[in-house]
């Protein structure tokens, strides 16, 4: 596949990354020549130094031969003008682009993005995503990651097992007869920041990082066998009212009733829109790292304090104040990678990554086959994917046990109907089963063939 991107920035790049690793052809555009030289020096990729939107700079890049282009600039505008240039001069088939501007977004501008308008095919938006993903984990504490999956039946959950975790040192085989009917399925450990694919004889250990696949309606038994048995939150402080806390503030109003919220704002002017635009939610103009403010938010009492400000410092550090002045539970929005791995040590409970929600996001798009839904675990290990079985796959009809499904592949859960089947060896997959699975990232290309429609299908 021939994939324009245009932005080198870190979702460019990491989308780039991914890409080229599947031996992809991909071309990235963007202004910062010294970007340009540091993508084309460490990956397989193209690079052209230029203004994305401009049609001889996308002509350069080889955007009339492309199959998909990907516009992840720092501007809309460029974005939103490159996918318009792509499609009305080079006919792009599959045009992305990432827009954070709200007011674009508005459902009575809806038409905007239509094809006879300004076709884009799909639509990113960071901060909404990220307010979503936040929301998700309020509602399972002591998950630090939840996704859902199969319209819902199914969730992709990350816990951390401490010392006290029930099934720490118990071989991985050994949870069927230990929970006979509970679907759960360990699909990855993170352990000492390096991604492991686990087997029968595995063990979980303190420390690791764990991901499973369960029905959604086992959740709260699921939570409860790695030792979380907390309710719900109802109490939480949002430290930062842009975009993203604005956001998550209006989707706990909309969808949570009777959880108490607070926002922590710096800028005055910005503190007045946000209380404003919000209902039930008390505004406070103050510093998040001033405990006083912090004091004055009631935090001793709070159940979740959440960190959302334009700067991870002041987020991380937040967390930790909060933390020692009483918060049950603390989680902070982190761009830096780096960083993820140290604070998790310090005492903060959950990091939101926005680039890792925006590339996931945007892979689901990319992917060939049946692929319905895709979410990264970590830069480096792997995806979790939910693909639909048509009649033409060669995993239908056979059982897990003889599919020869590639090294580095675990089925977590298959969506039949509206039933959530725990994968055995024996079970044999259906036409129209939506197959719920880990695959490393070396693999990802030949679980796309797996699920791949043959021109004989037509």
Known sequence: MKVVICGAGQVGTSIAQHLAGENNDVTVIDQDAVLIRKITETLDVRGVHGLASLPTILEDAGTRDADMLIAVTYSDEVNMVACQVAH????????????????YLQPIWADLFSRENMPIDHIISPEREVA????????????????????GAVRVVGVRCDEDCPIVN??????????ADLNIVVVGIIRDDRGIVPKPDDHMLPGDDVYFVCDADHLTRAMAAFGHEEEEGRSVIIAGGGNIGLMLAEEIESKHSGVSVKVIEFDRERAKLV???????????????DIEILEEANVA?????????????????????????????????????????LISTLGVDAVVNPRAITVSTILQHVRRGRIRGVYSL???????????ALETSQLVGSKLRDAKLPAGVIVGAI????????PRGDTVIQAQDRVILFATYEVVKKVEKLFAVRLDFF
Do not use: C, W
Request: aromatic share 6%; proline share 3%.
């Open 88 to 103: 009305s001069l080079f006919n792009v088939p599959s045009r992305v682009a990432r827009i954070r501007q709200q007011d």
């Open 132 to 151: 979503k993903a936040i929301g998700r984990r309020l509602q399972v504490p002591g998950a630090f990651d939840v996704v859902p999956m199969a319209d």
């Open 170 to 179: 118990t071989p991985l085989r050994q949870l069927t007869s230990l929970f």
């Open 275 to 289: 209380a404003q635009t919000l209902d039930h939610t008390m505004v406070l103009n103050g510093d998040a790292l």
């Open 301 to 341: 009492q709070t159940e979740t304090f959440v960190a959302v400000s334009n700067d991870e410092e002041v987020n991380i550090i937040g967390s930790l104040l909060a933390k020692r002045a009483g918060a049950d539970r603390t989680v902070a929005l982190i761009n830096k990678g780096t960083y993820a791995s």
């Open 378 to 388: 970590r830069g480096d290990f792997g995806e979790v994917i939910e693909a639909e």
């Open 415 to 422: 969506y039949r109907g509206e039933s959530v089947l725990v």
